[in-house]
């Protein structure tokens, strides 16, 4: 019998909604007449024993489980997330410099230098951009390190604090939205859809005040209720990084579409399956069948 290992960590099972879809993965792989069980950081050695390899912690080439997908592809074993699409999505730089070169939209975007830093090439940014910079640093997860920034007193103190941890940031317009889109892909096929919630006024007003994106919910949308090109700039942007499991973020503005990022690892606890039911099926036969 073949064996699919999921890779965990203690954390992803503190969790009740993660602990409880982990759990349905691997039944999921046991319904379908595979063997599964969880790996853990200390039980990486089990790696090469399985058949294919489905990683559920958080990714990080500083991470454990950039060693585990590495671990697997040595021994030739397929595996989700692979090392490459890990190290691409974990650096803004390089995911946006895949994008660009693929020709995927992106809100406007700027890469800025800590050698080139100055207070007179930030204002002149500023105002090529009207006014508005989201300044990001590379490594950004979750959300962090990520601020919206309205004044050139901001954008040089944020911009400086994130050149302390990085060689590069990124600086790109700000794009308000008609709507908001989270779509999974995996090997350039749609793999689910859901419509960012846009916060309540109060907290874009406690957002706003701390400089921070106010933090948006999601629901799942059927596939017909998506517009299409929605989901073929979807497909084209997790092309642009690999062929393995992603998730895309895009922002409607005025009949165009943006793509904010493209992230590895995408979280499956958020409701994602409730017009999706067959997510694992599919994953695990993408796994399982290569």
Not at 45 to 58: E, G, M, W, Y
Not at 210 to 224: C, F, L, N, R, W
Not at 240 to 264: C, H, M, P
């Amino acid at each position: 019998m073949r064996t699919l290992g999921i890779f965990v960590d203690r954390q992803a099972l503190s969790y009740s909604r993660k602990l409880t879809l982990l759990i349905k993965c691997r039944d999921t792989a046991e319904s379908m007449g595979y063997r599964s069980y969880f790996i853990f950081p200390v039980e990486i050695k089990k790696v090469p024993k399985t058949d294919a390899l489905f990683i559920r912690s958080r990714t990080d080439p500083l991470n454990i489980s950039f060693i585990a997908s590495k671990m697997a592809e040595m021994h030739e074993i397929p595996v989700i997330d692979d090392s490459r699409s890990i190290q691409i999505c974990s650096d803004k730089v390089n995911m946006y410099l895949h994008l660009i070169n693929a020709n995927v939209p992106v809100p406007r975007t700027e890469f800025l230098r800590k050698s080139d830093f100055s207070e007179v090439g930030l204002s002149r940014l500023m105002e090529s951009m009207d006014g508005s910079l989201i300044i990001k640093e590379p490594s950004t997860t979750f959300g962090n390190r990520v601020k919206k920034v309205t004044t050139l007193a901001d954008a040089y103190h944020i911009a400086g604090s994130y050149l302390k941890m990085s060689d590069w940031i990124v600086a790109q317009e700000f794009i308000e939205s008609d709507e908001d889109w989270k779509i999974g892909v995996l090997s350039g096929e749609l793999l689910y859809a859901c419509r960012y919630v846009l916060p309540t006024e109060s907290q874009k007003i406690v957002a706003s005040e701390e400089g921070e994106i106010p933090d948006y919910a999601s629901e799942s949308v059927p596939q017909d209720q998506v517009p299409g090109e929605v989901i073929d700039l979807a497909i084209k942007a997790a092309r642009a990084i690999g062929n393995g499991l992603y998730s895309v973020d895009i922002k409607q503005r005025g009949g165009r579409q943006f793509v904010i990022e493209v992230n590895d690892n995408p979280s499956l606890e958020s409701g994602e399956d409730e017009y999706y039911p067959r997510i694992y099926n599919q994953i695990i036969s993408n796994l399982m069948e290569r």
